[in-house]
């Protein structure tokens, strides 16, 4: 692999870039044209313009990768990390795409059909439904036989939309009919399922690699539980309050699950933990925004296990190579005002903490403009240390020493989670920031 476009921007572009430098691999930043200050593109060997004001134009980026004669595409995270027809017309044009399949991404895109893969694999999902729900009077009976509360999910859904919470019948209908339209809407498809909510549930990730012949390994797990109308704010690793056996069961058998599935490439299993089980809720098939956090306790870069993986159709390590020490916490900056509403505009200056176990990954710099087309995270904050009190206290130093003028950004909200009593002792649940703030 002598060359790579790198289909995405901001600070995942940046992350892409430098393992790219550090394997010797050039690089292409492929950018709209409205977008052409980022940061990432003053360190690639070439650039070139896709489109006027987006990143969606699969057609553009996949030629753009062929006459600047790259040999791969890095997808990043998004839409275009999970869109199996743009990975099909990369591959046609015999360019390596870095990550899963066609097949794979498409099976696990369709929520429905990635419970219904992972059951026949070992894992547990959510009890729900079976299949789409396509009428509004079999929703009704369906959620009767599962019971109140529970949740009503776009089966193509992402980034917390197409979601809504129902608790009790006589708001099933307007949930029904808004999470079906909002699906449409963002999706391009209004399927929908339906879960039982677990209101006391954790959000725990196990993080994996495979390589698409059978052969996976793990990093240990992630604590996704702090966030916002399902949008995750603060992660950390390895998820706290859960014992060697716990977590040894559920890694074992997400290796297990997506080795059978012949899984290529990096991928995350998420799952809700209550009262002792696992239930299996998705698997997302890309580097995962929070990945800087498995990196920070295991020592790997997970970009450049992607690119070897991607290349060799091999993993660099076995299992016994990988080993979990400390605790890593991230925060994630976003420009968001008070009511999470975008704060886009321009960066006046910015601080970003230092020291031994600080990391920051961030596209920002003085005299950017944050637009407002695209997503809000501005900056991701991982503190490292050897105990997890020590991390948290790291983080609050990053956090104060933090500083950046010219956008609102949620810092304020990360400041109240961080000293709370219930994450100092890692007692939360997803529902815990709603609750805080609400």
């Known amino acids: ?21 550090e394997a010797g691999i050039q690089t292409v930043g492929a950018y709209a044209s409205m977008d052409k200050d980022l940061l990432h593109l003053k360190y690639v060997d070439e650039v070139v313009c896709v489109s006027r004001n987006d990143y969606l134009c699969r057609e553009n980026l996949v030629a753009a990768a062929m006459i600047s004669g790259c040999d791969a595409i890095h997808p990043g995270y998004g839409f275009l990390a999970e869109d199996a027809d743009f990975c099909q017309m990369a591959e046609d044009k015999g360019l390596i795409f870095i990550g899963p399949t066609p097949q794979q991404i498409s099976e696990m895109g369709d929520k429905i059909r990635a419970r219904e893969t992972f ?25 009767r036989d599962i019971g109140y509360p529970l949740v009503v999910k776009a089966a193509f859904g992402g980034g917390g939309r197409g979601i809504r919470l129902v608790s009790e019948e006589h708001e099933f209908v307007e949930a029904f009919t808004q999470a079906k339209a909002e699906a449409e809407a963002a999706f391009g498809d209004g399927s929908v399922y339906i879960e039982k909510f677990l209101g006391d549930a954790r959000h725990i990730e196990v993080q994996i690699l495979g390589d698409g012949h059978g052969n996976a390994i793990h990093f240990g797990t992630r604590e996704c539980s702090v966030q ?11 998820a706290p309050n859960l014992d060697d056996d716990q977590i040894k069961k559920i890694c074992d058998q997400a290796v297990a ?31 995962q925004v929070e990945h800087p956090v498995t990196e920070a306790v295991t020592g790997c870069d997970l970009v450049r296990l992607q690119l070897q993986t991607a290349e060799e159709g ?13 605790c890593a916490i991230e925060c994630r900056v976003n420009a968001d005002d008070d009511d999470y509403r975008p704060s886009p505009g321009l960066v006046s200056s910015v601080t970003f903490p230092g020291g031994p176990g600080v990391r920051v990954d961030s596209h920002l710099y003085a005299g950017y403009t944050v637009p407002h087309q695209f997503d809000s995270l501005a900056a991701k904050l991982i503190a490292w240390d050897t105990d997890r009190s020590y991390t948290v206290q790291k983080m609050k130093r990053m956090l104060d020493e ?30 815990f920031l709603d609750q805080l703030f609400e």
Do not use: W
Request: aromatic share 8%; with cysteine.
């Open 257 to 287: 699950a997506v080795a059978k599935f012949s899984y290529r490439n990096a991928g995350t299993l998420e799952f809700l933990y209550q009262d002792g089980e696992f239930y299996f809720l998705e698997m997302n098939t890309r580097i």
């Open 1 to 21: 692999m002598q060359k790579v476009l790198i289909a995405n921007r901001g600070e995942i572009a940046l992350r892409i870039v430098r393992s790219c430098r």
């Open 228 to 238: 916002r109308r399902q949008q995750k704010i603060i992660e950390e690793a390895p």
């Open 402 to 431: 933090f500083q950046l003028v010219g956008i609102s950004t949620n810092k304020g909200r990360l400041v109240d989670v961080i000293n709370h009593p219930h994450f100092l002792e890692g007692m939360i649940n997803t529902r």
């Open 314 to 326: 091999s993993i660099a390590l076995f299992q016994s190579d990988v080993r979990i020490q400390g």
């Open 119 to 143: 059951k026949k694999l070992g894992l547990n999902p959510v009890p729900g439904s079976i299949g789409e729900i396509f009428d509004l009077d079999a929703a009704l009976q369906v959620a």
